[in-house]
């Protein structure tokens, strides 16, 4: 089991730039793929971006790639989403997720997550 804390939330303007952390516990970190997924108010919980347990193999949405850079420290057990030439769609509030099985590739995109943090919330003003 793991649970996660993410920070780094707040108001941008439209172009900026924002770095969002997710801070994991246990001394297990590096077995855990780990997503970022974003709720906008009234819209459904969709991904972002995840990163596979090594760092080696990413996934991100078509509407954020080329944008936004998930990166992870597993000796420091986090996780972080560079999120750069932001724009109104990208507002929401944003939540990590664990995935304790990853069995291949499909694991980013489809999961199943099984841990969740409350999230931050990423305003960006047009």
């Known amino acids: 089991q793991v649970q996660l804390v993410e920070s780094g939330g707040g108001v941008v303007q439209t172009g900026g730039s924002l770095r969002l952390s997710c801070a994991a516990s246990g001394r297990t970190f590096s077995t855990y793929a780990v997503g970022w997924f974003r709720q906008a108010p009234g819209k459904e919980r969709v991904i972002v971006a995840a990163?596979?347990?090594?760092?080696?193999?990413?996934y991100y949405a078509g509407s954020v790639k080329g944008r936004f850079t998930i990166s992870r420290d597993n000796a420091k057990n986090m996780v972080y989403l560079f999120m750069n030439s932001l724009k109104p769609e990208d507002t929401g509030n944003y939540s990590c997720?664990?995935?304790?099985?990853?069995?291949?590739?499909?694991?980013?995109?489809?999961?199943?997550?099984?841990?969740w943090g409350q999230g931050t919330q990423v305003t960006v003003s047009s």
């Open positions: 990163i596979s347990r090594s760092g080696g193999s990413t």
């Open positions: 997720a664990a995935a304790e099985t990853y069995s291949d590739y499909s694991v980013l995109r489809y999961g199943p997550y099984d841990y």
